[in-house]
């Protein structure tokens, strides 16, 4: 089987990668893993992990082998050796990471400027109670003691960090466009 070098995995097959060497064996555990931690700050497409676990498969990085329960057949998934080697290697790459940001809130205040008034400062508002709304939820599960792992731990005190910050810009935002009369007419589509 031909083994895909670590640098050309997609970030959805590294997290997969990740959560199996976590112990998430199965679909359905990666699935409510993702669920639980990652989808705070990294949007691995659900319904993209069974394939994707095909392909890790087929490139020899992980193995499968059947996992009954109950009345369900189920696949276990480890990793392989190389899998082993792949998620080392991006995980220790010392080359810059890449600082991508997804975030359908930014992309509409982005084009905001097209809509009327009032719906400028919805978007704004929308936006600052996404991040309230996020900021909440990480508080909360930290504050329950979900995260036991120190470094997932970490990364969900950056994520509310991060959230407390958007929702602060928000309405720091939302003020300035008030005071400075930032709610004229909608831009006017170039020619």
Known sequence: MPVRPAEELNNTARVLLGM?????????AIKAEIERSTRLYWGASVGGI????????????????DDPRGGTRRHAYSLTAAGDKAL??????????????RSEPLLRLRFAGVLEPEQRLGVVRQMRDAYESRAAEVLERLETGEFDDPFHRMTAEFGLAYSEWGRDWCADA??????DGCLGEPVAPAT
């Open 20 to 28: 199996i060497a976590e112990g998430h064996a199965t679909g359905y």
């Open 88 to 101: 080392t290697e991006w995980l220790t790459d010392t080359s810059e990471p890449v600082l991508e940001m």
């Open 50 to 65: 069974y394939p994707e676990l095909r392909r890790l498969t087929e490139a020899g990085l992980v193995s499968v082998c």
């Open 174 to 179: 939302e003020r300035r466009l008030l005071a």
